[in-house]
């Protein structure tokens, strides 16, 4: 009875401590809550049960990578962050449980463990929890995983099977065993560190990209406005000449003339590089400004442009969204010009 207490206690602890792993790189949608109540315990259930019928090491981390991907799965994020986040979250609680198992003697693949070597698996795992949450990881919930991601997966996962192997080929030197898994799970403590330092120069990249983007869409817009004025300028000044043209062709009623002269004069006040007049200096130049660059980049553009004049959303968010969408767009669009 008293051991089905311990198993019950600290594996409902255990899930407890994992909800609080996931909400460090997740955020959960508010509908999702019943769902992600309903995984939780469907985890801690088939862990209960895993361990008390099951005592072998192999069967118990195949489950427990198994259901914490599995609840991965609630939250948005990247396949590749998941997968990251499943190998980081379980390989500590294994680094944990040799430390606290193998501090306390020698343990042999089957056999039961001292009951309070438990609480103290438990309460490392809750320390490590605390360090990643407090000192390790700042931009929580932020997408995003780096180019050499692969390599950052690699090694938590060969961790694991590094202290697969030496535990189920019963290792005789626990000192070594605990040596090998304190440092281990100091290693899988700094790649926690290094994606948060990948993160914050991930997002230092982006703010520094917005910024020039915004830049040069106001260099871009000035220059048109700039040219703009000047044909206006110059217009005006030979408004006097181009009114006596047309006076003189109505005399003679020559409205397909006076047509066309006022076509022409249209034609000239219009700036080839200004494809969107709506009004709102934020999109207008931010549009030009992508449009000028698609038009420089691809062979054929096409586009249909209906803004209001007001929007309700702040000029720095329409940047990012629109800005990146449409930088998506032409390099997708630069990339098949090559195949």
Excluded at 327 to 338: F, M, P, T
Aim: aromatic residues 12%.
């Amino acid at each position: 009875m008293a051991e089905m207490i311990t198993v019950l206690s600290t594996n409902l602890f255990r899930t407890f401590i994992l909800k609080r792993f996931m909400s460090i790189f997740f955020e959960i949608n508010i509908e999702e809550k019943g769902k992600e109540r309903i995984c939780y315990f469907v985890f801690f259930s088939l862990t209960v049960l895993v361990h008390s019928f099951f005592h072998f090491p192999v069967l118990n981390i195949i489950t427990n990578l198994l259901l914490i991907y599995f609840i991965t799965r609630l939250y948005v994020g990247v396949e590749k962050k998941k997968v990251l986040v499943t190998l980081l979250i379980y390989g500590i609680n294994m680094f944990c449980d040799i430390i606290a198992v193998y501090s306390f003697g020698n343990y042999m693949v089957g056999e039961e463990a001292n009951g309070m070597t438990v609480y103290i698996t438990t309460f490392l795992i809750l320390i490590c929890e605390f360090v990643v949450e407090r000192f390790l990881v700042k931009n929580k919930s932020k997408d995003f995983i780096p180019f050499h991601g692969n390599i950052l997966i690699a090694i938590p996962a060969i961790s694991i099977m590094i202290l697969l192997i030496l535990v189920m080929n019963n290792l005789n030197s626990r000192m070594i065993l605990i040596s090998v898994s304190v440092g281990i799970l100091l290693i899988n403590l700094l790649i926690f560190y290094l994606y948060g330092v990948l993160v914050d120069a991930y997002l230092k990249l982006e703010e520094r990209a917005l910024f020039e983007r915004q830049i040069a869409s106001y260099a871009n817009q000035l220059n048109i406005m700039t040219q703009t004025e000047e044909k206006v300028r110059t217009l005006k000044h030979d408004m006097k000449h181009h009114l006596n043209e047309l006076m003189i062709l109505a005399r003679h009623q020559n409205d397909d003339k006076v047509m066309d002269y006022i076509c022409d004069m249209q034609a000239y006040l219009e700036n080839p590089h200004e494809y969107i007049s709506s009004g709102n200096q934020e999109v207008d130049s931010l549009m030009n400004y992508m449009l000028n660059r698609a038009k420089t980049v691809l062979n054929h553009v096409n586009y249909e442009i209906n803004i209001p004049k007001e929007l309700a959303i702040r000029s720095f968010d329409l940047n990012v969204i629109v800005g990146n969408l449409l930088e998506n767009a032409i390099a997708r669009g630069n990339h098949k010009l090559w195949y």
